[in-house]
């Protein structure tokens, strides 16, 4: 009995060893002290574990079985670094300047692979097409002439045997065939992109391929079918199954990105309708979209260090109206829309409305300097599009606009400057 009971305790003890654990050196000088750890959903990072540094590094054990594409976010930096996963052992380690990360070294043989096979993929697709037409101006024979064929031979014709590597064959031997830019490469069509998103196996929500092959396949087709290449693509995938609610949340949210409203609409309603379970990442989706629809109460945020304010949050702010502005300091429509804005701002605050605008910036001098010329309500986390407002304002785009009601119920989604000053009756 008691032989029993000891193989019983080992048993469980294995149950809950790390499948692999992630080692990260960095230099002295680099600040942070804490470290998140995302696994990937379709194109949404799921948080998978915090950990703390130790002296100059961190140790993280990863106890579930995952293969595929993995981040690391130091939030007190907002610097991120990606890399894989083949559920086996990963190491790295990086350099940094003025405590911005520089010069990644993978150290595993993963993702050392990895690594050297995106850097000839992209010199294949931007430097290759150039070296060609570079090479006519040079004799075979010269010194410069014979440098480039040999460059030209080596992102040609390298391989790399990755056999032993299902993550990594995987992910290349697809961003090929569905995603590579060449001129000599045959159009994929709308059948083989479905085979795809039908036949893979799990690491297709993990590689970050799914969305960029659903806009491949919605580029395949004529704009004047869209939502009938949807419904094809739909009915294959079945979005009764995990898969299939993975590609109807991202067509949703490809469709609010690019502003095809009806398209978003339709397919927000029919997942709406589903009467199956659903999984977390469509129900997320949904939750989200219905959080700001028109009519919703707007979800409230605490501010950070807001500007031109005392209150605490959107909710403090007392206004008859109040237009929510997201943007960044690096968004060129942001810098056309918000001086139109500024000039009807008296305006705005003589109607007893305020103006509370959120900056999806990450370079705090860049945002402060441009907050200096903002009147109104200005608050930011400084983590770009890591911010924590992004999914549950459900930011797809900036500017994005918003107005509220007194009792903080979206009356309005405008689209631009211009329609938020009609709206007011500004014009």
């Known amino acids: 009995m008691k032989k029993i009971t000891l193989i019983l305790s080992l048993l469980l003890i294995n149950t809950y060893e790390a499948q692999f654990k992630i080692s990260i050196d960095a230099p002295e000088s680099f600040a942070a002290k804490e470290v998140y750890l995302y696994t990937l959903n379709g194109s949404k990072d799921v948080l998978n574990s915090k950990e703390m540094k130790k002296g100059n590094s961190w140790q993280i054990s990863v106890n579930k079985p995952y293969t595929g594409m993995m981040k690391l976010y130091f939030p007190e930096n907002n610097a991120s670094i990606n890399f894989i996963s083949e559920n086996k052992d990963v190491k790295l380690k990086f350099d940094t300047d003025k405590d911005k990360i520089v010069n990644v070294d993978y150290l595993d043989e993963s993702n050392k692979i990895m690594n050297q096979i995106q850097d000839v993929q992209q010199k294949k697709e931007y430097i290759l097409p150039a070296l060609y037409q570079i090479k006519e101006y040079y004799k075979n024979k010269s010194v410069f002439g014979t440098a480039l064929e040999n460059e030209i031979f080596r992102l040609s014709d390298q391989k790399i045997d990755i056999s032993k590597f299902p993550f990594v064959n995987f992910y290349n031997t697809n961003y090929s065939k569905f995603l590579e830019k060449s001129a000599s490469k045959k159009t994929t069509t709308h059948k083989e992109i479905i085979d795809f998103l039908t036949n893979s196996n799990d690491m297709l929500e993990s590689s970050s391929l799914m969305r960029p092959v659903l806009i ?16 094809k693509l739909l009915e294959a995938v079945n979005v009764e199954t995990p898969r299939g609610q993975t590609v109807l949340s991202e067509l949703i949210e490809i469709f609010d990105t690019y502003s095809m409203q009806d398209l978003k609409d339709k397919y927000l309603t029919e ?47 007392k206004a008859d109206k109040k237009v929510i502005v ?19 701002y008296n305006a705005i605050k003589g109607q007893k409305s305020e103006v509370i605008a959120f900056s999806l910036d990450s370079d705090k001098t860049a945002y402060e300097n441009k907050v200096k010329m903002l009147p109104w309500i200005n608050d930011s986390e400084l983590k770009g599009w890591n911010s924590s407002f992004t999914e549950t304002y459900n930011i797809q785009a900036t500017p994005t606009y918003f107005i509220l009601d007194s009792t903080n119920k979206i009356i309005a989604k405008p689209n631009h400057a211009a329609d938020v000053i009609s709206y007011l009756k500004l014009n």
Do not use: Q
């Open 216 to 231: 491949a396949y919605l580029n395949a087709g004529s704009t004047a079918n869209v939502g009938e290449d949807v419904d």
């Open 271 to 317: 997942a709406k309708n589903l009467k199956c379970t659903i999984n977390e990442r469509l129900s997320k989706t949904i939750a989200t979209n219905m959080n700001t629809e028109i009519g919703a109460v707007f979800p409230n945020y605490v501010f950070g260090k807001a500007t031109n304010t005392k209150a605490k949050s959107i909710y403090d702010v």
């Open 326 to 344: 997201f943007w960044a300091s690096t968004c060129s429509h942001c810098e056309t829309d918000l001086p139109k804005i500024i000039e009807k």
